[in-house]
């Protein structure tokens, strides 16, 4: 069987490169929304945190009509750290479009992509996207993609890949870089003509893999996979195998269906081969299960997720303010928590470990574990997070394997030197570097624990014009020791409330975190000191009063604004003795060993030995 009706493709690109802006005018010119209806921008980026960061962060499926041919589009993350996703999601279609955008032409994340693509056979459809950009370099941007096909070993027929040029934003596309387009009408004759039709036996038994779970708190866990053979209908008893092949649930039934049509999911009675659904009914439904015929329980191989390159260790909160902000403040809540993420995100880990207030908690970078983070605060939890920490292996010849990410940097020409030096003291490895008018593009090889820390110096030592990307490039052999982190830490002395006439004292001994009016304790780091040790800073200090006045000194207490860190940043900033206190309302590092005296011990004690 062959459904001539129906085609299913992902759309795939760099972070930034206008997947979810291309899609938002796929469904407008797909007649998902009526004429007179306001749609917001990026409607896809349905979360809180996608809308703020301006990224997508989860895959997300929608469907436009197309004559009388329904196309199932999935929307994925172009972050590096979401490629779990991608890897997913690459499964349940037979096509891709790939989006390249013309200014900046193929980045790390476009070649991870794309091989995972090449690697499962998927026919390639190469848009080069923002070609209203003034910067754009249309001549160039074709031969920078042939040249990524080629170094990634891809078929003669991916290499024949049609090429289209579109502007995302104007929802215009052509075949041509000297003709402007007028709609997206040669986008969706190429989806049609050259991405084949789902194909598949609708009379054999039931085959279906789950690829993404979604939870709604009415009818519990929901699948989400394609039919690869045979039919599904609401009520149909099956048998759920996992990819080893063993058999978790004998008899379950189907108790809801459903199908996507434009941004809404539709309950349908039945399904046929290469339907993508969402199916309820069955509790322990998981990534990497298939649905079977009860007769013919046979499972499908599920691609294998690359691993995790970072790990963190995530506690209870334990600090003098514990439990003040937080709704979830005990080990059972966060325990639950980060399991309950696990069955959701198959590129996490967490293990427990010797302490029962702690879990070790890996996954691919510091913005795949910062954004679940950020949702646990935002849902009321309470913790406290280590520094990052890179998951070293060892190699076959006993030697230790540390991870190796491929950094792309864009510059000024002027920034050159700066962005050099600091690339050389974190062990990096030059591979090209070539001008892009007066910019320079430049790619390392640079270890993964290099990059902790790197974002902030960059953007300053840019003066905000830089761009950086990096991508997991693999492992090899450990590179030396790298400093950290070359500023120490203002500590507060005591318990209380930070007051102006402490904070000026303290401000001049380096950049304050904190403003007048905030609560402090013992053991909290209130600032960056630009020496390499901490000072210990007393900034609940108040001026003694006296009865006697000296000229001037009542003039105000000028304080230099303090700078305000992100949870990005604090990750960034946490050296290996300190924490960082997440709590619905603040984000606040602080020392492990709260007590200033017995820092001071410990201390004395690593020096005399």
Same mark, same amino acid.
């Given at each position: ?6 085609? %299913? ?51 997300? %499926? ?52 794309? #091989?995972?693509?090449?690697?499962? =056979? ?43 040029f579109c502007s995302g934003r104007s =929802? ?6 000297? +003709? /402007? ?18 194909? $598949? ?10 690829? #993404? ?9 929901? $699948? ?10 609401? %009520? ?113 880990r967490v293990e427990e470990t010797e ?18 983070? +950020?949702?646990?605060?935002?849902? $009321? ?12 292996k060892e190699g076959e010849d006993g ?32 591979? #090209? ?14 270890? /993964? ?48 409330? /930070? ?6 004292? /303290?401000?001049?001994? $380096? ?35 006296? %009865? ?62």
């Open positions: 069987m062959i459904r001539e009706d129906l085609r %299913n493709i992902a759309i795939i690109a760099h972070v930034d490169h206008g997947k979810t802006t291309l899609v938002d005018e796929m469904l407008k010119q797909g007649g998902v929304f009526r004429e007179n209806q306001a749609v917001a921008e990026r409607v896809m980026d349905s979360n809180d945190i996608e809308r703020e960061r301006g990224i997508t962060i989860l895959a997300k %499926n929608t469907s436009v009509m197309y004559g009388d041919t329904k196309i199932n589009i999935i929307d994925t993350p172009g972050h590096a750290d979401f490629g779990g996703e991608v890897e997913r999601v690459l499964e349940m279609v037979d096509g891709v479009l790939l989006l390249v955008d013309a200014a900046e032409g193929p980045m790390p994340q476009t070649r991870f992509v794309l #091989s995972k693509a090449l690697e499962m =056979g998927h026919k390639i459809i190469i848009v080069v996207n923002k070609i209203d950009r003034p910067d754009a370099r249309l001549d160039e941007i074709g031969d920078e993609v042939l040249e990524l096909l080629l170094d990634l070993d891809a078929s003669e027929e991916q290499l024949e890949s049609p090429l289209l =929802g215009t596309a052509s075949l041509s870089q000297y +003709e /402007a387009g007028t709609d997206l009408k040669p986008l969706f004759d190429t989806i049609i003509n050259y991405i084949e039709p789902p194909k $598949g036996d609708e009379t054999e038994p039931l085959q279906m893999l789950i690829s #993404s779970i979604d939870y709604n708190e009415y009818v519990g866990r929901i $699948g989400i996979g394609r039919i690869v053979r045979g039919g599904i209908k609401v %009520n149909q008893q099956v048998t759920v195998c996992d990819y080893t092949g063993s058999k978790k649930n004998y008899n379950s039934k189907i108790v809801s269906l459903l199908q996507i049509q434009g941004l809404n999911r539709v309950p349908v009675q039945d399904a046929q081969v290469g339907d993508i659904v969402w199916i309820s009914g069955i509790d322990s439904i998981t990534i990497g299960d298939t649905i079977c015929d009860t007769e013919h329980p046979e499972p499908l191989p599920f691609v294998k997720i690359s691993e995790p390159t970072v790990e963190m260790t995530f506690a209870v909160n334990d600090s003098p303010f514990a439990g003040k902000e937080g709704k979830y403040v005990t080990s059972r809540h966060l325990r639950d928590r980060l399991f309950r993420e696990l069955l959701r995100d198959v590129s996490l302490s029962t207030d702690a879990f070790r908690v890996a996954g691919r970078g510091e913005m795949h574990l910062s954004i679940l983070i +950020e949702n646990m605060r935002r849902e $009321g939890y309470e913790l406290s997070v280590s520094t990052p920490r890179v998951l070293y030697r230790r394997l540390e991870p190796i990410e491929r950094l792309v940097i864009d510059v000024p020409e002027g920034n050159v030197g700066s962005v050099m030096e600091k690339m050389g003291s974190r062990k990096a490895e030059l591979v #090209s570097m070539h001008p892009q008018g007066s910019r320079m593009r430049i790619e390392f090889l640079v270890p /993964a624990r290099g990059l902790f820390g790197y974002k902030s110096e960059f953007l300053t030592d840019t003066k905000g014009e830089g761009i950086m990307s990096h991508v997991f490039e693999g492992y090899e052999p450990y590179k030396g020791d790298i400093e950290r982190r070359n500023t120490g830490s203002l500590v507060s002395f005591e318990t209380g409330e /930070a007051v102006t006439y402490g904070l000026y004292n /303290a401000q001049e001994r $380096g950049q304050l975190f904190i403003p007048a009016g905030v609560p402090v304790y013992e053991g909290m780091v209130v600032g960056a000191s630009p020496k390499t040790d901490d000072l210990v800073v007393n900034v609940c200090k108040r001026k003694h009063l006296t %009865n006697t006045r000296a000229s001037g000194s009542d003039d105000a207490l000028r304080l230099v604004p303090p700078k305000t860190l992100s949870l990005e940043d604090c990750l960034e900033f946490l050296a290996d003795d300190e924490l960082l206190e997440v709590t619905p309302e603040s984000l606040r590092i602080r020392k492990r060993v709260l007590s200033n005296t017995q820092r001071a011990k410990i201390r004395g004690n690593s020096k005399n030995q």
